[in-house]
């Protein structure tokens, strides 16, 4: 049985997504037709059966008049003959869907439908060639009413001499051309690895002199801390141990020294006072544990005025640090020095330590830059410029170097060379990149302009003689084939559409045994034609007009009367007729329902004012002229529905259907053909929605509600496409501390005009249309990402996924689920997957096989939405289950609500006697949660802990013991207690 799905049509489209300026299908089949096309045997060379992947292949350009058909059937009009030449064009179809149809006028497929047609169409596109006007440039091989030969033929030996000889000569010339540029290439490689290895060389001698460079600051900082450091007013001030002393004196000594901080230190280690004002606790406190800490404390434990011993050093300030001394919050480096303080009698009173960042720029890397003609970087482990001179904007991500030892710039514009300094630190020499290139360039373009001079030469040569082979062909085949264009004059006539016309063989040798055969092929082509003719217009199923017909026919009368109704029959229960009792009942049901209408409108309506036609597999179209009102129309749509109630005898068996009817009536809902049909489709989907075997009319809305419902359809699908969609995570809490132990991770969808749209209503529509797997998939590969990095981070979480129906039935569902796990190195014993409770009880086996290979890696599952259906106990107790979430219809408002409560204890009774942990979800209330905990709940997930967050609010939300106090959960009970709390 041919069955479409249903879906929504677009805006601007017709009932079937088209557009609105289509034409309708050549032919619809039987219910067997298309399963039996491979055995029939194939018609003459001139007819060729043709399964087309669609009933609706329209074109954008048809012409039609009137002026008779063959006999027609019942009240239908007559088709004329300039429509069936039309349709002879038409039915030369491709398969593919916007390819150019042969013999159609330049008419385009534009779109197929969801169910097979098959029609017989005549092939001869070597005869619509034919009947093309040659060129000019080659009329002369044909002259004027004397024998000529048909330049098609002509062409294509010419066609072939010239592929062959540009062939040759193309495969000669790239080859030699090839070979040059090999060589070409290899010697600007040469020249450019040796330009590499002079500039690596001079840019590591420049690295060194600035490394040495930053080095003398380095010094300079502790010798200038050590002259500070000896001076009497500022041991003076040290040893007073007050800060606003201390700040006023090193502020002065810091300015002119050009320390960025200078901070005073008492013997035991604690700072006294600094250049500015900071916070002298908070500095202790962020200075404890580092490698200043530890080298003050060596300095203030063993040391002596005769022997002063100091520390100089080059560190990465730490976040807290920074904060602590009061400087920009970024990755920053500063030389420091340490020095003792003496007092008047040579004791130890403390000490100084100088800080001195290394700026964004430096006046001494700049000074070098200028001198050494190359830009400086200082560069961290981990590629990160904490300083620089020369061009801005320069960075080195990578790490890795080219074959001379160059490490190349993000954008490719500068090579540098690198010295290790301190720790983790680089200092980077580079320059611009075209001293590299420039010199090979310069000799690639030399050599290129040398090959392209002998190529071109080449190509002169090379025309020339195939010229010459071209003239000489021509010449012969004129001489040869005299006696073929009788053959190309009747050929251009046959494709323009006229089979009468007269031909008889005529030539020599082949010419007139080719003669012969199209003589031949001619007598078949006629026959063949007529047969078309009755295929294209009427129903071999049913015996009525089908789909093209209508569009022919329909047009004349919805123009011819004032007003009408169209109707759109799409029969109720007829796939349980096919599968009850095969396809061939199927046709003959059709055939009788065709009948029925068919005698229906003939006993209503005046000759000529009605039409009918089989438009799909279990879909008819009548129009009745004259019906204007909506009464009239609601009584004629009853009579079809009565009419088609009465049961119909199949066999030896007895069949009723049902039929639901959508209306439009001109002009009101419309003055053309195609708008009628699609108003009247879309009120048939309401007739089905509204429970079948009954009528609806269209109204306005429905257009509306089915053009936003295509725009959304058509935005999601390129949401997902794009994963523009985000995951939001949802915490589990225990029920026992209050910890968070788990998440589900959820799909949320901003759209770009109309914002946040509800889950519920965009995880619908991907059911609808098949778009909910790869929602899945994404949701899945993402929230692997982002939740595998919180584990890797130390969090002990498992992540739940849900998993759609379609994609745990499907035969690559395992494979897909450990390739993802694996690509995210996600560990499998923190994965849970989520199957509703519906869609485990539906394939039991198919569902228990899933699970238990799945979980022999350490994947958990749990049954969702546990309650909101029905399960069959037994089953669910085999299933391999770890958790079951009940559902929130249990769970919402559970603590007011004695029946819920009765329900909810047994349900997590029932599943702790299997086994299976529990999640109640919806909780929003501190009541319920307190009820779901006392009875057994081992978590429980809602808004009353949180909404579902992004990633970054719920890493956030990850900090402990944020949510251990915020419900106070109260123990399990027991035995009598339980008892007595159920009754």
Not at 301 to 317: A, V
Not at 626 to 649: D, H, N, P, Y
Request: hydrophobic share 45%; net charge neutral.
């Amino acid at each position: 049985m041919f069955r479409r799905q249903r879906h929504s049509p677009p805006q601007g489209k017709g009932p079937k997504g088209l557009p609105l300026s289509s034409k309708m299908p050549l032919q619809t089949p039987s219910n067997h037709e298309v399963h039996n096309l491979a055995k029939k045997p194939k018609p003459s060379v001139v007819a060729k059966p043709c399964l087309l992947e669609s009933s609706v292949w329209r074109t954008e350009s048809e012409s039609t008049q009137s002026d008779g058909f063959e006999k027609p059937i019942g009240n239908q009009p007559a088709t004329n003959r300039r429509q069936i030449d039309d349709l002879e064009g038409f039915t030369r179809l491709n398969s593919a869907p916007g390819r150019q149809v042969s013999g159609a006028s330049g008419a385009t497929l534009i779109g197929p439908r969801k169910f097979r047609v098959l029609a017989v169409v005549a092939i001869d596109t070597d005869m619509a060639k034919a009947s093309r006007a040659p060129p000019r440039w080659r009329r002369w091989a044909v002259p004027s009413g004397g024998p000529g030969f048909p330049s098609s033929i002509a062409m294509r030996l010419v066609a072939v001499v010239l592929a062959t000889g540009v062939l040759g000569l193309g495969l000669i010339g790239g080859l030699t051309a090839l070979r040059l540029q090999q060589q070409l290439r290899q010697q600007a490689a040469a020249l450019g690895e040796l330009s590499e290895d002079q500039l690596a060389h001079r840019l590591d001698g420049e690295a060194q002199l600035a490394r040495a460079r930053i080095e003398v600051l380095g010094a300079e900082t502790a010798s200038r801390l050590r002259q500070i450091a000896q001076r009497a007013d500022v041991a003076k001030a040290v040893a007073s141990n007050n800060d606003v002393t201390i700040r006023e004196l090193l502020s002065i000594v810091a300015s002119t020294s050009g320390f960025e901080r200078l901070i005073a230190f008492d013997e035991t280690g604690r700072v006294i006072g600094a250049n500015t004002p900071l916070d002298l606790l908070a500095l202790n406190v962020a200075i404890e544990g580092t490698d200043l800490s530890v080298n003050l404390r060596a300095i203030l434990k063993d040391n002596s005025r005769s022997h002063p011993r100091g520390e100089e050093g080059t560190y990465e300030l730490k976040l807290g640090e920074l904060s602590a001394l009061d400087l920009p919050q970024r990755r920053t480096i500063a030389h420091t020095a340490i020095e003792p303080v003496f007092d008047d009698f040579g004791d130890l009173i403390g000490a100084l330590v100088a800080i001195r960042p290394l700026g964004r720029t430096e006046r001494t890397l700049e000074n070098f830059t200028s001198l050494a003609n190359a830009g400086v970087v200082i560069i961290m482990g981990d590629n990160e410029i904490v300083s620089s001179a020369g061009p801005e904007g320069v960075k080195f991500s990578s790490a890795r170097t080219r074959l001379g030892g160059l490490q190349r710039s993000d954008d490719g514009n500068y090579v540098a060379r690198c010295v290790e300094y301190e720790a983790t630190l680089k200092v980077c020499t580079f320059a611009s990149a075209s001293l590299v290139t420039t010199t090979r360039d310069q000799m690639f373009q030399i050599g290129a302009a040398h090959t392209r001079s002998l190529m071109w030469q080449f190509l002169a040569s090379a025309a020339l003689a195939l010229g010459a082979l071209v003239v000489a062909l021509l010449a012969a085949v004129r001489h040869l084939t005299k006696g073929l264009s009788a053959l190309a004059k009747t050929a251009q006539e046959i494709a323009g559409g006229n089979l009468d016309v007269p031909f008889r063989a005529t030539g020599i040798g082949e010419v007139r045994g080719l003669g012969l055969a199209f003589e031949r092929m001619l007598t078949h082509l006629r026959a063949s034609t007529r047969r078309i003719r009755q295929l294209a217009f009427y129903d071999t199923v049913s015996r009525i007009p089908n789909r093209e017909k209508m569009r022919v026919d329909a047009p004349a009368l919805i123009d011819a009367e004032e007003g009408g109704a169209l109707f759109f029959l799409d029969l109720d229960g007829f796939k349980s007729i096919n599968d009850t009792f095969g396809h061939k009942a199927g046709d003959e049901l059709l055939k009788m329902v065709a009948e029925r209408l068919s005698n229906l409108l003939t006993s209503k309506v005046a000759a000529g004012k009605s039409l009918l036609a089989r438009v799909g597999g279990d879909e008819f179209v009548a129009i009745i002229a004259g019906v204007k009102t909506v009464e009239a129309a609601s009584l004629c749509a009853r009579e079809m529905i009565e009419t088609l109630q009465v049961s119909f005898k199949l066999q030896s068996n007895h069949a009723t259907i049902g039929v639901s009817i959508g209306v439009a009536i001109w002009p009101t809902h419309g003055t053309t053909y195609d708008d009628l049909l699609i108003r009247a489709d879309l009120a048939m989907y309401v007739a089905k929605s509204s429970g079948r075997n009954t009528h609806a009319f269209f109204t306005p809305d429905l257009a509306e509600v089915a053009c936003a419902r295509h725009a959304l359809e058509t935005d999601l699908a390129l949401a997902i496409r794009n994963e523009e969609l985000v995951v939001h995570y949802q915490p589990k809490v225990s029920c026992v501390d209050g910890r968070i132990v788990g998440v589900e991770a959820l799909a949320r969808w901003h759209h770009p005009k109309e914002g946040n749209i509800p889950p519920q209503r965009f995880i619908k529509i991907a059911e609808e249309i098949g778009l909910i797997m790869e929602i899945d998939r994404f949701v899945l590969r993402r929230a692997l990402a982002e939740i595998g990095g919180l584990i890797r981070a130390g969090s002990n979480l498992v992540l739940a996924v849900n998993v759609a129906a379609t994609e745990i039935e499907d035969p690559l569902f395992i494979k897909d689920i450990v390739t993802t796990v694996r690509e995210a190195d996600f560990p499998p014993p923190h994965l849970e997957i989520e199957v509703t409770e519906s869609v485990a009880m539906r394939n039991p086996d198919v569902v228990r096989e899933r699970i238990s290979l799945l979980r022999q890696l350490g994947i958990r599952f749990a049954m969702d939405d546990f309650g909101a259906g029905y399960s069959n106990l037994s089953t669910m107790a085999r299933l391999p289950f770890d958790a079951v979430k009940l559902d929130r219809t249990l769970v919402a408002g559970v603590a007011e609500d004695r029946e819920k409560q009765t329900i909810l204890r047994l349900a997590l009774g029932l599943a702790d006697e299997l086994g299976f942990e529990t999640v109640v979800e919806g909780i929003e209330t501190a009541e319920d949660l307190r009820f779901a905990a006392e009875n057994g709940a081992t978590m429980a997930q809602g808004y009353i802990f949180s909404p579902p967050l992004s990633l970054e609010e719920f890493t956030v939300l990850l900090q402990p013991s944020l949510l251990a106090s915020a419900v106070e959960v109260a123990p399990r009970r027991h035995g009598a207690e339980r008892q007595a709390a159920i009754r």
